[in-house]
């Protein structure tokens, strides 16, 4: 099998990348530079020319709060994008699997959210990526759509690399997170393993993949300044008080009840995979 891997210079890309070389599986890895996934001739003359079997499509536009000022970039590359990409895919006959977001739910209260639950997007960024996932289901017969939430890994920024700065930049002996959002942090080395697992079957469908656990970003924080031994006190506010740019679900319990059906494994608590991601740094 040979696999296409679109935004491969990311946090989940380069991890993906690197998961499938480990498993000596032929893949290429793709970014801006090689083709602009927003211009549909360069798409299908790229990814036409590669010929994969599958393509792992984890380019996005991601910056969730300046998205609600640059809404039609990020329409753009979340949705007409991945719909360029599911067209080809379609025209080649091959896999295609689609890295989405707990933001395409809206959700508060405390359920666990299945695949199937209602879709609210509260901003911009869970709007497209929304797009994305039904322009996959329109075009594509053989598809994954994989949500996950809270990523964390060695390339890029993330929440992990943040909390860590402010806390031994001598200038942040107290930091104020978020306590009312309740999610499960997802670290994109074990989160690569079970993509590559998935891409190689005909088990196709929507799945949550996360690692195991929920907790408040107050409490993800509290974990690694005790994780890495660093004193900063972690003060809790709402997500009122925050004010962020971009609405956020207060719930992202996501259920992986269809990971269990179709036998995949799940994957470690979010408490080992932050302790193996710190060591790691």
Not at 118 to 130: A, D, Q, R, V
């Amino acid at each position: 099998m040979q696999i296409l891997v679109t935004g491969a210079n990311g946090q989940l890309g380069s991890d993906v990348i690197r998961e499938l070389e480990l498993r000596h599986i032929p893949c290429k890895g793709v970014d801006m530079a090689d083709f602009d996934i927003c211009n549909f001739e360069q798409a299908k003359e790229y990814i036409s020319g590669y010929a994969p079997e599958a393509v792992i499509h984890c380019a996005a536009y991601t910056a969730v709060d300046k998205a609600e000022t640059e809404q039609e970039l990020c329409m753009k590359v979340n949705a007409e994008g991945t719909e360029n990409i599911a067209k080809v895919c379609r025209e080649l006959d091959c896999k295609l699997m689609y890295i989405s977001t707990d933001y395409v739910f809206g959700n508060s209260g405390t359920r666990v959210l299945q695949t199937d639950a209602p879709k609210i997007p509260l901003n911009i960024y869970g709007e497209s990526k929304l797009a994305g996932e039904n322009a996959v289901i329109e075009n594509v017969k053989k598809y994954f759509i994989v949500r996950t939430s809270w990523v964390f890994g060695l390339h890029g920024n993330n929440f992990v690399k943040t909390m860590h700065r402010l806390a031994t930049d001598g200038n942040h002996p107290e930091i104020n997170v978020v306590c009312d959002q309740v999610g499960s942090p997802t670290y994109t080395g074990d989160l690569a393993k079970l993509i590559c697992d998935m891409i190689v079957t005909e088990k196709y469908g929507v799945y949550h993949a996360t690692n195991e656990g929920y907790c408040s970003w107050a409490d993800f924080a509290r974990e690694i300044m005790y994780l890495a031994g660093l004193s900063v006190k972690i003060n809790d506010i709402t997500t009122e008080e925050y004010n962020a740019p971009a609405a956020r679900p207060k719930n992202s319990r996501l259920s992986k009840v269809s990971l269990d059906d179709n036998g995949f494994e799940r994957l470690p608590s979010w408490q080992n995979a932050l302790q193996r991601y710190l060591q790691s740094l």
